[in-house]
């Protein structure tokens, strides 16, 4: 009923940046916050950057500064702009948001995750 879509994960090399995206659509009525969180091979996943639907954001410690969570409303997209990247940062990138349904339910959603790998 509802699809998130990530895309812009890839390699890049130290101190590069990438931005990721997450398209959400569905039989949807309103989007509510929307995450982005990673999971890095042989840890749990955990949570990177929030933003609310008027746009206040928060960051994990790690990545405050180098990191910049936003999202377009009227696309129903978020995005993650990532700075200075380190190889610290490689991981898989999940688009997360809580979503209420035309049905009147609201779920917490999932994207499939995009690969960020940071190596020279």
């Known amino acids: 009923q509802v699809q998130l879509v990530e895309s812009g994960g890839g390699l890049v090399q130290p101190g590069g940046s990438l931005r990721l995206s997450c398209a959400v659509s569905?039989?949807?009525?309103?989007?509510?916050?929307m995450g982005w969180y990673r999971q890095a091979p042989g840890k749990q996943r955990e949570l990177v950057a929030t933003v609310t639907s008027g746009g206040s954001a928060d960051y994990v410690h790690s990545v405050k500064g180098r990191f910049t969570i936003s999202r377009d409303n009227a696309k129903n997209t978020a995005y993650l702009q990532m700075n200075s990247l380190s190889p610290e940062d490689t991981a898989v990138y999940y688009c997360n948001a809580k979503v209420t349904l035309t049905s009147g339910t609201t779920i917490n959603s999932w994207g499939q995750g995009t690969q960020v790998t940071v190596s020279s």
């Open positions: 569905g039989r949807i009525i309103r989007i509510w916050d």
